[in-house]
Structure formats: C-alpha cells, structure tokens
C-alpha cells in the first residue's frame, strides 16, 4: 500500500508507530503501536469519536499501554522491523471502508474504525465501551456524507469543523 494514500495525520501516526516499535525492541510494526500512535497524538478527531461512541479515551489508553507491554522484546535488536500482518489487514480493511465512503484518502476516522474491528485489540475497545457498529455511526455523523479529498483533511465535515453550533 502506497503512503501516499494516507492523510498527512496517518502518515504520522504510522511513521510513529513504527518508531515506538524500534524504541520498544518489537520486531514488527503492529496494529497496537498504530493504536498507541493514534492515542499518544491526542488527537480531537480520534478523542471525540471514541466519546460519541461511547468510549473512554484514557480506558482505551490504559488497555493499550497493557497491551504494548505484552508485545515481546528482542533481546539483540538491530533496529530493523517489518509490518505485521495483522496491521497489513487493518490498513487494507481501512482503505476498502475509506473508498466506500467516496474518500480519496484514508483518514483516521476509518483507520481507527479499521482498528476496532482487528481481533487483536478487540478487548482494549471493549474494555473501553467502544463497539465497533457504534463507531460506524459516530463517523456517519461526523462525516454528514462528506468525502475525504485533501490528504490534509481528517475526515470531519468542513460544517462541524469550520463553524460553532449556536443551538447548543
């Protein structure tokens, strides 16, 4: 999969995870450093989704801090690392929603809906109260039909973006 296709935002989160994998001594890049990335970033898109999904963002944290520590360690590690095949799965999952979604990107919007879908982090969401099919619908409602088409977009709609809801 090209890095081009990825949001500017991902294309972090990923080059992040990557370097929390060598820092960690993992011999691969997995989806909980993906995840880890996405959380240490605070990121308000990824905050406010977990929230509407009915999630606790520091719940989610804490699993997978728990989880990361679970990951084993190479003792004589040369710093070289190789994606895993599960997060291989999660960025194809996450390009196959983001194109029926009409994105020309992928955002972190369906990065982390990709993510809650993985077998592997399935206790840290549901520990946390996230549910994938609420997920799906918190991004429906964000998204409000619009399509990512800059790689410096993040998978908002400009509306809930750009301007303040005066009837709250």
């Known amino acids: ?9 991902v ?3 990923i080059t992040d995870a990557q370097s929390l994998a060598v820092g960690s001594d ?3 890049v997995t989806p909980v450093h993906l995840l880890q990335s996405m959380l240490d970033a605070g990121d ?17 944290q804490r699993e997978v801090a728990v989880a990361l520590d679970d990951v084993a360690r190479l003792s004589n ?7 895993a095949p599960e997060l291989q799965r999660v960025l194809a999952k996450a390009d196959v929603r983001a194109r029926k979604f009409g994105d020309e990107f992928i955002a972190q919007d369906q990065l982390l809906a990709a993510l809650a879908e993985d077998n592997t982090l399935k206790k840290c969401f549901d520990t946390a109260g996230v549910q994938p099919a ?6 429906k409602e964000r998204r ?6 800059d790689a ?13 809801d005066l009837s709250e």
């Open 1 to 9: 999969m090209r890095i081009e296709k990825f949001t500017q935002a």
């Open 11 to 13: 294309q972090g989160y």
């Open 26 to 28: 993992h011999a691969h």
């Open 44 to 60: 308000p898109t990824v905050v406010n989704l977990i929230k509407q999904a009915g999630g606790e963002p520091t719940a989610l």
């Open 77 to 83: 590690h040369n710093g070289e690392i190789t994606v």
């Open 134 to 139: 609420a997920l799906d619908a918190a991004i």
């Open 144 to 149: 409000a039909g619009q399509p990512v088409t």
């Open 152 to 164: 410096n977009e993040d998978g908002e709609s400009a509306l809930a973006k750009y301007t303040i």
